[in-house]
Structure formats: C-alpha cells, structure tokens
C-alpha cells in the first residue's frame, strides 16, 4: 500500500527553524510530483510549494519562498520542507501529497497523503 509518513512537527518559538519529512512508500514514484499543503483552523488549505520526484523542478508559494525551501533524498525516498524564521502565523498542520505528472498547486490534484503534522509556534 502507498504510505506518506510525516515527521518533524513541534512546537517552536519566533524565529526558530523547523525540518519536516515526507517519506514515502509502496510504490516507485517516478514520475511524480510531492506537494506541501498546510491548514490553519477556520482557514481554507493553503498550497506551500513541491517538487518533482527527479528533483527537476521546484515550486513555492511566493510569500513563503524567502523562509521555507522544499527539497529530497532520493536516496531516503524522503522531501523535506525545511521552514526557517517561524513566525505565529506560520502556525498549522502541515501535509505532504503525491501525485502523479507535475507539480500541482490545488489539493484535489493529488492522489496521496500524509497524515499531517502539527508545526506550532509561539510568540
């Protein structure tokens, strides 16, 4: 079976950095695109960026690409989202999505999901 285990998620306080893990499993994904979704209580989701499978392409939400970077170990069949200069408003549960072709940008494009967790920080 496709699984997408997250890990990474906690409580941090302003300004800190925090490294969130989408491993994924069950099936080659090549071909496929990661996405990060994130969702604040009472808010609609929110795309934050993803990446080819390959590593050929990157996309990022533009108010977040100066603090966050989405990257992979293909060797880990692992995409990280590494979140730096965490401010309150960054505060949601986070989601990695697979999908297969492109990066897609609207959460009813991807096929896969992780169970989400929660990044949390404190002002």
């Known amino acids: 079976q496709v699984q997408l285990v997250q890990s990474g998620g906690g409580l941090v306080q302003t300004g800190g950095s925090l490294r969130l893990s989408c491993t994924a499993s069950g099936r080659t994904f090549i071909g496929y695109a990661m996405g990060w979704f994130r969702q604040a209580p009472g808010k609609e989701r929110e795309f934050v960026g993803g990446?080819?499978?390959?590593?050929?392409?990157?996309y990022q939400t533009d108010s977040m690409k100066d603090r966050f970077t989405i990257s992979r170990d293909s060797t880990k069949n692992t995409v990280y989202l590494q979140m730096n200069s965490l401010k309150p408003e960054d505060t949601a549960v986070y989601h990695c999505a697979a999908r297969y072709g492109g990066i897609g940008l609207a959460r009813t494009s991807y096929d896969f999901w992780g169970q989400g967790t929660q990044v949390t920080v404190s002002s």
């Open positions: 990446i080819a499978w390959n590593g050929g392409s990157t």
